[in-house]
């Protein structure tokens, strides 16, 4: 099954993020899928976040710090049938290859175009962060109920698409923050976004650091500012 799904490319965006990288991009190769391009595009790090990419295998872009253009660039140099958008500060548990090759030989067994038997689908990952926090768990459990019925999931929770379907829509705007949502709302009239089953787990300093409710706080009026109509600049810079 996993041979017969395709070719998939990672597009992985990041800056400054040397400590954590390597060890996303070790689940990354622990996998059976055939992984046939692997980007990281660093939006200048001061760190040794290209190195460290490059040292692992992976192909690295250089970009401005901007996460949308960051992901919409890593995609425009891949050709794969199939992409996996990630941050850089995420870790993929055992098993993340099978669960994403079960939905993609699902997703081959409906033929594209007209004849379709059902609508097509993009998925994501069960939001985790990687802090033993009690609050946080009501967090997570928030953001699951959020990317169920909502249908809004975040960018901390990867995106799997097809690339037919990633440029139907458009594709990521280069923009500084929001692109997550910005594409999924765009993405929602075209495909049903369904959940892998398995964990992202997210870096959870900001959390730590910040407090759960003030950083729950501020990512809420950040969202309110946007669907406002505030730009992403300016956005990016009260993040």
Known sequence: MIEAIGSIAVVIAVRNEAERLPLL?????????????????????SDATALVARLAGARVVGGAPSR???????????????????????????G???????????????????????????WYFRLAIDAALPALR????????????????SGDQGLLVSRRLYLQVGGFASVALMEDLDLVLRLKPHCRLRCLGVPLRVDGRRWIERGVWAVGWSNWL??????RGVGSQELASRY
């Open 68 to 94: 949308g253009g960051q992901l919409a660039l890593g995609a425009s140099v891949t050709q794969a049938n199939w992409l996996l958008f990630l941050h850089g500060d995420g870790r993929l548990p055992a």
């Open 138 to 153: 009501l967090v997570e459990w928030a953001v699951a109920l959020r990317s169920q019925w909502r249908q809004l999931p």
């Open 222 to 227: 950040l969202r309110r500012a946007w669907r």
């Open 25 to 45: 991009l070790a689940d990354l190769q622990k996998g059976e899928l055939p992984l046939s391009e692997l980007v990281v595009v660093d939006g200048a790090s």
């Open 96 to 122: 993340w290859d099978r669960a994403v090759a079960q939905v993609l030989a699902r997703e081959l067994a409906n033929p594209q175009g007209p004849k379709r038997k059902t609508r097509p689908s993009a």
